[in-house]
């Protein structure tokens, strides 16, 4: 009876360690949207700036290269698509940017499409190039798609000024 119980010795002698509640799955996310605070007005996140940047970049890249000649699986893409493309990118850039919650879950999802086939693409890479584009893109990408949950829920945070 001489020896105390591992839980006994890490508290005051003596004393009785009261076990903690483990919080439900529920209680966790009440517990984190409490802690979420609404953006504040012209406050804009990294991850927003930087996925209206690529966002950007896309629509005017794809148009650039259109018009340079470039060719996809050895036919020219088409105009229309092209421009299509084009003009939801910088939908996306205008709305990301503006903080619209369509915009930013919508890049999320194209974030999350491009993962799956960089992944994918990653397990039949054929050469070294190949491989470090897809871990960057896989890195990148992921990296941005985790940022970009936290500024969702805080968007979806009602101002406490009604705003």
């Known amino acids: ?20 509640k483990r919080l439900s799955s529920a209680e966790r996310d009440e517990v984190a949207r409490a802690e979420l605070k609404p953006l504040a007005p012209g406050e804009r996140p990294l991850a927003v700036k930087i996925s209206s940047g690529v966002a950007a970049a896309l629509a005017v890249a794809n148009v650039a290269f259109y018009f340079a000649g470039v060719e996809v699986q050895g ?3 088409s105009l ?29 999802a194209l974030l999350a499409m491009t993962l799956v086939i960089a992944g994918l693409s990653l397990m039949v890479a054929g050469n070294l190039l190949a491989v470090v584009l897809c871990i960057a893109i ?26």
């Open 1 to 20: 009876m001489g020896r105390r119980s591992r839980k006994q010795s890490l508290t005051e002698p003596g004393a009785k360690a009261s076990p903690k």
């Open 75 to 77: 036919q020219k893409p």
């Open 80 to 108: 229309v698509g092209v421009l299509l493309f084009a003009a939801v990118m910088l939908l996306a850039a205008w709305g990301m940017w503006s903080l619209r919650y369509w915009a930013l879950l919508g890049f999320q």
């Open 138 to 163: 896989l890195g990148g990408g992921g990296w941005l798609f985790w940022k970009l949950i936290r500024v969702l829920g805080r968007v979806k945070v009602p101002s406490p000024h009604g705003n």
